[in-house]
């Protein structure tokens, strides 16, 4: 799964695209992101949030690590996948990270719409399940077709007796195709040691004939997504109902130039973590949202905005491009930042933009802000947590709010510009999500609830070959470019 800013300044968004385990013992599964990154792309400003605007209407002794691509530069377009191995003989997989849906699916060797090639530079791979001696088709009687299909995330071709799938998601774009069972394959290693040893286990995950709409393009193609929702044909669910992860994944995403980060089947061990319990019984990661403070002061804010029910709420989101606050919020936030702003700070706005134009520091020029939380936790967000960095005026920066509006809506989505460089845990057993600051680049311990034994994971970097006249381009506008973060565009089900 903007206006333009200072008529004669103008500013761009740099538009970072979307597009996005087991052992046979108790393993938590390691995935680390990929992030890979082409060059120049100019978005503005009201494009990112139409973009999202639809989007949101969708152990442990081995631990497995992937090395990451990817960076977070202003002049660079990024996105965040991980690779999976499938089948047997096993072949490679790079999967968008998707924690708005569930199921993890491929492009089959008989997709009509699946991209052959990416300019990201990566090999593209369709599955073959006629190839793989481990391969078997999902027959609808099977009981994980039979548990998909009150969450929609399946349904039965009486002629075929297939377990098939049709995904709508909310950018627009669509996947359908039909269930397979084969094996996952990955590298464990166990406690502090960097010897891997191999693992299989084998899951049910969807082999698509069909794509449409943005996973038809080349320029950011992969070969499909990886759902990370709690329903039961996630993998995490999977997994965990074989005993062979905890119910809990976690991530940490790089928000400095070098970019990528960590993604862990299994749960980051950090002193300072704090927890908030998610919203029972909702499609999405949900979190009870009670006030914002800024500065220490508590925004006059009628608790009522921040409710969850099926068209509002708080979700915690880490594939939305910007973050969002419910409309009756963001007035007060924006007011309350502007208000707060050292003198070093000019104001400025356009076609209903808030911007300012810096001449220090913004850690030393802007306000703390605070997202309290349920259960007494906070989430505190630095200056480069909710603004964007633009291009320079005169000498000067110029920073813009990130955070945008929620147009006509009561719902608040916290997306990477929020969540990066925090470790963010998604605790499934325990239905909670913790966070916490925290350098990604650093190495993290990981436990599974059933030891208490930490395997160590790293960040780290790799490079993805993609040069400045790759085709992963967008007609540029003659604007100054704008710095953004985004993790993976997660597709949020429309039916969801």
């Known amino acids: 799964m903007a206006a333009t800013l200072f008529g004669a300044v103008g500013v761009a968004v740099l538009l970072l695209l979307q597009f996005v385990t087991v052992v046979l013992c108790s393993f938590p599964a390691t995935l680390t992101l990929e992030r890979a990154f082409p060059t ?4 503005e400003l009201s494009q990112l949030r139409a973009r999202d605007r639809l989007r949101h209407g969708r152990v442990l002794s081995g631990v497995v690590d992937f090395p990451v691509g990817g960076t977070f530069n202003p ?3 990024g996105l965040y996948f991980t690779s999976v191995k499938l089948g047997t003989p096993a072949t490679e997989f790079y999967v968008q990270i998707d924690t708005g849906s569930d199921v993890l699916w491929v492009g089959c060797n008989s997709c009509s719409g699946c991209p052959q090639s990416s300019g990201l530079k990566i090999q593209l791979h369709s599955f073959e399940p006629q190839s793989s001696s481990t391969a078997a088709v999902v027959s609808c009687s099977d009981k994980m077709c039979t548990l998909g299909l009150d969450t929609q995330d399946s349904s039965c071709d009486s002629q075929k007796k297939q377990c098939t799938y049709a995904f709508q998601y909310g950018d627009g774009s669509g996947a359908s195709g039909y269930y397979v069972s084969d094996l996952l394959h990955f590298d464990t290693a166990a406690d502090n040691q960097s010897v891997a040893s191999n693992s299989s286990a084998s899951i049910v995950f969807g082999c698509s004939t069909s794509a449409s709409g943005v996973l038809q393009k ?3 193609a992969v070969d499909g997504i990886f759902g990370f929702g709690q329903q039961e044909l996630s993998v995490i669910s999977q997994l965990s109902s074989q005993g062979i992860t905890p119910k809990v994944f976690s991530h940490c995403l790089k928000g400095d130039d070098s970019g990528g980060g960590i993604l862990v089947l299994g749960e980051i061990v950090e002193p300072n973590i704090v927890y908030s319990p998610l919203v029972q019984n909702q499609a999405h990661y949900n979190l009870n949202l009670e006030s914002i403070s800024v500065s220490g002061q508590t925004l006059p804010i009628d608790q009522s905005v921040f409710e969850t029910s099926s068209n509002r709420g708080t979700i915690i989101d880490s594939g939305t491009t910007l973050s969002y606050l419910a409309e009756d919020a963001y007035d007060p936030f924006v007011t309350a930042i502007t208000s707060a702003v050292s003198q070093s700070v000019t104001p400025v706005t356009s076609q209903g933009e808030q911007c300012y134009i810096v001449t220090s520091s913004i850690s030393d020029a802007f306000p703390q802000v605070s997202l309290n939380f349920a259960g007494n936790a906070s989430m505190i967000l630095r200056p480069e947590d909710y603004l964007l960095q633009q291009n320079s005026v005169s000498g ?3 920073w813009c709010i990130g955070i945008q509006k929620s147009e006509g809506q009561d719902i608040t989505v916290l997306g990477d510009l929020v969540l990066k460089d925090k470790i963010i845990v998604y605790d499934l057993a325990n239905q909670r999500i913790g966070w ?5 680049s650093m190495s993290v311990s990981v436990s599974s609830n059933t030891s208490t034994g930490t395997a160590s994971v790293n960040g780290g970097s790799i490079d993805v070959n ?3 006249s790759g085709s992963l381009r967008i007609d540029p506008f003659n ?7 985004l993790a993976v565009l997660i597709h949020i089900y429309i039916n969801h």
Do not use: E
């Open 40 to 43: 120049n792309h100019k978005v």
């Open 75 to 77: 002049y660079l377009v």
């Open 218 to 220: 080349t320029d950011r």
């Open 396 to 398: 000067a920066q110029v």
């Open 436 to 440: 916490v600051q925290y350098d990604c």
């Open 466 to 468: 993609v040069s400045s």
């Open 479 to 485: 604007l100054i470019p704008t710095s953004l973060m």
